[in-house]
Nanobody, 126 residues
Framework: QVQLVESGGGSVQAGGSLRLSCAAS????????MAWFRQAPGKEREGVAS???????SYADSVKGRFTISTDNAKNTLYLQMNSLKPEDTATYYC????????????????????WGQGTQVTVSS
């Protein structure tokens, strides 16, 4: 059974940093694309960052240059380093993973993802 467990969310002031982690069990990171999505109250879920099985990455324009997605295969964990946070980054952040071997290239299309974590809240105050 695949489980994705996010951690690292919290409350920070604008300009601050957070690192989100997504620990995978029953799933090998880098076996397919993985991603971070976020959803703010009253808004649709949006893709933030994705990493493909061979390390290629894709970012939403709104986070380019501020967020970095990465994996640690030894720890079987996905990360999202978030710097220069803005109030508009406030949302619940979700980790997602594609089915093993199905989608290997980084993608921000949520329909490609089969497995989802429970989410972690990020709140950025001005």
């Amino acid at each position: 059974q695949v489980q994705l467990v996010e951690s690292g969310g919290g409350s920070v002031q604008a300009g601050g940093s957070l690192r989100l982690s997504c620990a995978a069990s029953g799933y090998t990171v880098s076996s397919a694309c993985m991603a971070w999505f976020r959803q703010a109250p009253g808004k649709e879920r949006e893709g933030v960052a994705s990493v493909g099985s061979h390390g290629g990455t894709s970012y939403a324009d709104s986070v380019k240059g501020r967020f970095t997605i990465s994996t640690d295969n030894a720890k079987n964990t996905l990360y999202l380093q978030m710097n220069s946070l803005k109030p508009e980054d406030t949302a619940t952040y979700y980790c997602a993973a594609a089915r093993w071997g199905w989608f290997l290239t980084a993608s921000l299309t949520d329909s490609k993802y089969t497995y989802w974590g429970q989410g972690t809240q990020v709140t950025v105050s001005s």
